[in-house]
C-alpha cells in the first residue's frame, strides 16, 4: 500500500488548487466594492448623478421624477458600496432633495406645506434602502450556499477519482495475489508428487535390500539399514504434514453454525483406538454454538485433543478437561485442559510454530505440525489461540471463535 | 487359481516399474502384465498402433494408470478412454503419488474406477498393488472382449 500514498497527495494538492481557482472565479463574478474610499466615493458620485439627472429633468419641465431618481441612486449605493455608503447616500440626498425641491428652494429649509412630501421621500428612501439591503444579504447567503455546493462537489469529483485509482490498485493487487496463489498451489503440487516419488523408491529398495542382503550384513550395517528407512518414513511424514498444512492455508473456509459440544463429543469418540488402556478422565462441560467450518474445526479439536491424550501418557488418570470460558461479546472462547507433561512458559511463543517441538521424540512422538495447524486454522476464523502451562503440572490451550449470530445464546443442548 | 486377466501398467518411471512389478512377482500375478511407459504408448497398445499393430485385438481387464506422464498425461488418457466406444468400458485404475483433491475430483468426474495414492511404506506399497492384482485381475470379471487366459 506505500505505493500509492504518494499519489494521495499528489491528488490532495491538485484538489486544493482546483477549489482555491473555483474560489478566485466566483469572487470576480460578485461586483462588490471592496475599498472604503471608493465604496463612500461611489455613495457621494451615485447621489450627484442622481440630483444632476433631477435638476436636468427639472429645466426641461418633467416634474416629480426626482424621487425615483434619487430613491435609484440609494439602491445601487445599497446594492454595490453596502450599508455605511446607503446611509450616506440617503443623507446627502435628503439633503439634496431639502435643497433643491422642497419649499423653499435653494434653503436647507423645509416649509410646513412640503414637510409631508419631505417626508414621504426620507420613508421612501429608508425602505428602498433597506429593501436593498435585505436583498443583498439574501443574495449573498445564496452565493455563499452555491459556492459551498460548488466546492463540496469539484472536492467530491476528486475523492471519486482516487477512489477509481485506489480501487484499481486493489484489483491488481488481488490479481497478482492470485497468481502467487496458483504458483504456490502448483509448487504443492509438486512437492506432493515429484518429492514423494523419489522418497518412496528409497524405501522401496532399502527393504528390497534388506530382504535380500540381510543374511549377509553384520548387525552395525543392519541398523544403518534400519535408519535408513526410518528417516525415509519420517521424511514422508514430514511432506504430509508439510502438504496438509499449506492445503489448510489454501482451502476455502465453509462457514456455517457449528456445534462443539457435539463435534467434541465425536472427536472423544474417534480417539477410541489411543485412549483404550488408558485412565482417563474426561470432562466435557457445555460448549457454545460458533460460526466456522466444521472440518477445519474438527481438525483443531482433534490436534488439542489427541495431544492432551498424548502428553498425559505418564499420568493415572490422565484428567482432560474441555469447556468454556468467559469470551468476549461475540467470541466463544473453549479450553483443553490437562494435567501432562506441560511446558516452560519461556518457550510458549514457540509452541505454535511449524515443525517446533518442545519435547524430544523419544518422549513423544510427533512432528510438530499439529499446534501450527490448529493457530492457522483460528487465525482463518478471526480467532487467537494461546496456551497456558508449568512443566509437570499440564497445559491449558485456550482458542476464541465467533459466535453463532443465530445461535449466540443458545448452548449446544438447545438446538440439538 | 482363477483365470488371470491382463493388467496393462502405465507407468514412466522404471524404478516404480521394478517395484511394482516386485510386488506383483510376489503374488505371481506378473506373468500378464503390459507395461508403457507414457500416455502416448498407452494409447498406441490400445488402438494398436504404433509398436503394437500385431498385438491382438482385445482390451486389458484392468489399467493401472499414473497420472503424471511424459508426453500424453494420465487425466488426458483417462478422458480419451471414457470418450471412445470401443474403449470405455476398460476398468482403470489410477495409481500415483498425488493426494491432491483437485486430481482425485478429476479422476472421478472422468470416471476412473479407482484412486490409489501409492504408499511411501514399502509394506503398504506391496499391499496395495497386490490387492490391486488380485481383485482387478482375478477376481473381478472383466467387460466382455477382454484379454484373460487361464494361467
Redesign the interface.
Known amino acids: 500500500m506505500n505505493k500509492s500514498l504518494p499519489m494521495t497527495d499528489h491528488l490532495q494538492a491538485s484538489t486544493d488548487i482546483g477549489v482555491r481557482r473555483t474560489l478566485a472565479r466566483w469572487d470576480g463574478e460578485s461586483q462588490r466594492i471592496r475599498s472604503p474610499v471608493l465604496r463612500y466615493g461611489f455613495s457621494v458620485v451615485s447621489v450627484a448623478i442622481g440630483l444632476g439627472l433631477a435638476l436636468t429633468f427639472q429645466y426641461y419641465q418633467f416634474r416629480d421624477v426626482e424621487v425615483p431618481i434619487l430613491a435609484l441612486s440609494i439602491a445601487l449605493t445599497t446594492w454595490y458600496a453596502g450599508v455605511g455608503p446607503a446611509a450616506l447616500a440617503i443623507v446627502l440626498s435628503t439633503a439634496g432633495f431639502d435643497y433643491f425641491f422642497a419649499e423653499p428652494i435653494y434653503s436647507f429649509s423645509v416649509s410646513s406645506k412640503d414637510l409631508p412630501y419631505f417626508l414621504v421621500f426620507l420613508a421612501w428612501g429608508l425602505i428602498v434602502a433597506s429593501f436593498s439591503a435585505v436583498r443583498r444579504r439574501i443574495e449573498d447567503s445564496l452565493r455563499q450556499a452555491r459556492d459551498h455546493l460548488q466546492v463540496e462537489l469539484e472536492q467530491r469529483k476528486h475523492r471519486e477519482d482516487e477512489i477509481r485509482k485506489l480501487n484499481q490498485e486493489l484489483v491488481r493487487q488481488a490479481a497478482e495475489l492470485e497468481a502467487s496463489n496458483k504458483e504456490l498451489e502448483s509448487f ?2 509438486s512437492v ?3 518429492l ?2 523419489p ?3 528409497v ?6 535390500l534388506q530382504k535380500q542382503a540381510s543374511s549377509l550384513l553384520d548387525d552395525k550395517s543392519r541398523r544403518y539399514m534400519q535408519t535408513i528407512l526410518e528417516s ?2 519420517r521424511m ?1 511424514n514430514l511432506i504430509d504434514d508439510l502438504l496438509g498444512f499449506s ?1 489448510i492455508g489454501r482451502a476455502e473456509t465453509k462457514k456455517t453454525a457449528v456445534n462443539l459440544e457435539q463435534l467434541i463429543r465425536q472427536v472423544v469418540a474417534e480417539l477410541g483406538q489411543e485412549t483404550s488402556g488408558r485412565d482417563i478422565a474426561w470432562k466435557i462441560g457445555a460448549l457454545p454454538v460458533c460460526y466456522g467450518d466444521r472440518s477445519m474445526l474438527k481438525v483443531v479439536l482433534v490436534n488439542l485433543v489427541s495431544n492432551a491424550v498424548k502428553f498425559t501418557r505418564m499420568r493415572a488418570p490422565a484428567e482432560i478437561e474441555i469447556g468454556c470460558a468467559d469470551g468476549k461479546e461475540n467470541q466463544v472462547e473453549v479450553f483443553v485442559r490437562d494435567n501432562g507433561a506441560g511446558f516452560d512458559m519461556q518457550y510458549a511463543n514457540k509452541l505454535f510454530g511449524v515443525f517446533q517441538r518442545l519435547h524430544r521424540s523419544e518422549e513423544f512422538e510427533g512432528t510438530g505440525i499439529g499446534l501450527a495447524t490448529a493457530q492457522r486454522i483460528i487465525h482463518r476464523h478471526g480467532g487467537k489461540i494461546r496456551a497456558e502451562g508449568a512443566v509437570d503440572q499440564g497445559a491449558t490451550f485456550y482458542f476464541s471463535l465467533p459466535k453463532a449470530y443465530d445461535g449466540s445464546e443458545k448452548t449446544a443442548g438447545n438446538i440439538r | 487359481m482363477n483365470t488371470l486377466g491382463r493388467i496393462l501398467m502405465v507407468e514412466d518411471d522404471p524404478r516404480d516399474v521394478e517395484l511394482t512389478m516386485t510386488a506383483l512377482e510376489e503374488y505371481n500375478l506378473a506373468n500378464e502384465v503390459v507395461v508403457t511407459r507414457d500416455g502416448k504408448e498407452a494409447l498406441d497398445y490400445l488402438y494398436c498402433r504404433g509398436e503394437f499393430t500385431s498385438r491382438s485385438n482385445d482390451n486389458p481387464a484392468v489399467m493401472l494408470l499414473d497420472l503424471k506422464l511424459p508426453k500424453i498425461d494420465g487425466l488426458e488418457v483417462l478422458q480419451q478412454i471414457r470418450s471412445d466406444d470401443r474403449l470405455k468400458m476398460i476398468p482403470v485404475v489410477v495409481l500415483t503419488s498425488s493426494h491432491e483433491e483437485k486430481d482425485m475430483i478429476r479422476s472421478y468426474q472422468l470416471g476412473v474406477n479407482a484412486y490409489v495414492v501409492k504408499p511411501v511404506d514399502f509394506h503398504e506399497f506391496v499391499n496395495a498393488v497386490k490387492e490391486l492384482g488380485v481383485f482387478w485381475a482375478v477376481i473381478n470379471q472383466p467387460p466382455p472382449g477382454s484379454i484373460k487366459k487361464v494361467p
Open positions: 504443492a503440487y506432493s508428487h515429484d514423494r516419488a522418497l518412496r523408491h524405501v522401496g529398495y532399502s527393504e528390497l525415509s518414513k514422508g492445503r
